[in-house]
């Protein structure tokens, strides 16, 4: 990363997040009343009772029309004549197995987060939680919230997105490795754990706190107002039983939104413990979209940030 916190002078440097357009109810699939407009629910919470795909819930969930797994293979042109020869194969590919799953977070037609109640969010990452849970045979869960369509979201109204995955993903693997290694090396500390402890010594990039979880502005923000929300007792799997962090991460899209002048376009996810990790500890990352990747990050993986994290914090602070 390279914190160049001058360059936010340039011309165009400034940031701010311009609101975002109002959700036409009549034409949104996913708000109260229109279920018939998305596949059959795999699950929904209804506070007051109610038949399956009907009016009345508070949290739903659907498979996602257009699934990026569960495939049987037609989008990997050849696959099925492919097979794993390593010393021949250079072009190896297989089905995408696993699941692909929307959950609507509100009935309300809103576009964040962050523009729901407190109560909201906690009931929206409680379901979260508990559809991470029904995929115990993945080896790998992302849940995902993608939040405009700068973001990556085709719908606007607030959803998040999870993946279950039969493989572990090379960037997750790197962190499960170097978890374990620095359990090993340290004779039993977690790595995240430590991290935060002396982020909340330094308290330089602390953003807020509560009794269930810490929000900091990360060391090597890639973005500019980054965000990681992590547990105050390292656990292994966010959909394991303990503290979810809900109010705090509502808390913080709202120190966003405040300070940006409406909430911003982000990319969200949860990272929990994949298969054969034994050391480790979930997590929230949180990344607004207020500038754009460009050649250098896409080209030589190097991340151009122009708020230096300490910055970031201490406005997030006052927001």
Not at 69 to 93: C, I, K, V, Y
Not at 135 to 164: F, K
Not at 166 to 188: K, L, N, Q
Not at 256 to 261: Q, Y
């Amino acid at each position: 990363m390279i914190i160049a916190g001058s360059r936010a002078g340039r011309p165009g440097g400034g940031l701010v997040a311009p609101p975002p357009e109002r959700i036409a109810a009549a034409d949104d699939p996913f708000a109260d009343g229109h279920e018939d407009r998305t596949p059959p629910e795999l699950y929904a919470r209804r506070p007051n009772g109610g038949a399956a795909n009907g009016p009345g819930w508070s949290v739903r969930v659907v498979p996602n029309l257009y699934p990026a797994l569960g495939s049987t293979g037609s989008g990997a042109r050849g696959w099925q004549q492919s097979r794993p020869n390593r010393e021949t194969d250079l072009f190896w590919a297989a089905a995408a197995g696993g699941a692909h799953e929307v959950i609507i977070n509100s009935p309300r037609p809103v576009a964040s987060l962050a523009e729901l109640e407190r109560e909201e969010v906690v009931i929206a990452v409680e379901v979260w939680r508990e559809r991470m849970r029904a995929h115990p045979e993945a080896a790998c869960l992302h849940l995902i919230v993608n939040e405009r369509r700068e973001a990556g979201a085709s719908r606007p109204h607030t959803h998040a997105q999870l993946y279950a995955l039969p493989f572990v993903p090379a960037e997750i693997a790197r962190e499960r490795e170097r978890a374990g290694a620095y359990t090993t090396r340290t004779m039993g500390a977690d790595l995240l754990g430590d991290l935060l402890q002396e982020e909340v010594r330094k308290r330089e990039r602390l953003v807020a706190l509560d009794a269930e979880a810490v929000v900091i502005a990360p060391f090597a923000s890639r973005v500019p107002f980054q965000l990681m929300l992590v547990p105050r007792v390292p656990r292994t799997r966010f959909e394991a039983d303990g503290p979810t962090g809900a109010a705090l991460l509502h808390d913080a899209l709202g120190r966003l939104a405040r300070r940006l002048g409406a909430s911003p376009p982000l990319n969200l996810w949860i990272r929990t413990a994949p298969r054969g990790a034994e050391h480790f500890c979930w997590r929230i990352d949180i990344l607004p979209r207020l500038t754009h990747l460009a050649g250098l990050e896409l080209g030589a993986g190097i991340n151009l940030n122009t708020v230096d994290p300490a910055d970031a914090a201490a406005q997030l602070r006052d927001s």
